[in-house]
């Protein structure tokens, strides 16, 4: 049997100009959601955890790791896209900010990190992890932003916003294979049981 690679976005978070963004906490929603997950027991088979080191993505990783006795291990280069240079930006202007970073790949849009650089970042650290083996199903908890470009990698796909996470606060997975890194899905809400067998759309 081929063992599954997941990666997730963490779920909703709590908005606070004032805090650096990669410090942003769960919110109560994003909290419930994450409990949901462990109680639905899907990821009983997952015997390894690795996560971004932004506070969310490890909030999400955690209590995870406890319920199903795994180890967490956090890589800081898992990250999500490096938006220091501009810090919080209100939502509309963020989300205008995130179409142009999605459309101009190859260029640093408002002093935001490349989506080309920020692609082979997570993609080097996917294989980096991948290297270390892993006997069960291995659970990669990080963003949005980095994830879609993970997955159009894995997809042989351009880097366009047409394949981000769905508009729901986050909390979205994908699957693919850890022998030929084959995508099995696209990203879903952290709530839909997947059916593994299923053939690619």
């Known amino acids: 049997m081929v063992a599954l690679v997941r990666y997730l976005s963490h779920p909703e978070v709590c908005i606070d100009p004032a805090v650096p963004v990669p410090q942003w906490h769960l919110s109560a929603a994003g909290q419930a959601r994450v409990r949901a997950l462990i109680a ?29 006795g795994a180890a967490l291990e956090v890589r800081p280069a898992m990250h999500e896209n490096d938006r220091s240079a501009t810090g919080f930006l209100p ?34 650290e996917v294989d980096a992890v ?30 366009a916003r047409d394949h981000d996470q ?14 030929n890194r084959r995508l099995r899905h696209g990203w879903r809400p952290m709530e839909d049981v997947p059916d593994e067998a299923e053939p690619l759309p």
């Open 40 to 68: 639905a027991g899907w990821l009983t088979g997952t015997t390894r955890i690795v996560s971004s080191a932004e506070t969310k993505a490890v909030e999400t990783a955690e209590p995870i790791a406890e319920a199903l």
């Open 91 to 124: 939502p509309a202007e963020f989300q205008r900010v995130a179409d142009r970073f999605f459309a101009e790949p190859g260029q640093s849009i408002r002093g935001w990190e490349r989506a080309v650089d920020a692609q082979h970042r997570i993609a080097r």
């Open 130 to 159: 991948l290297a270390g083996g892993c006997d069960g199903d291995l659970l990669l908890v990080g963003h949005g932003g980095v994830g879609t470009l993970l997955c159009c990698h894995l997809a042989g796909l351009p880097i």
């Open 166 to 179: 769905p508009g729901n606060g986050g909390g979205n997975y994908f699957t693919f294979e850890t022998e």
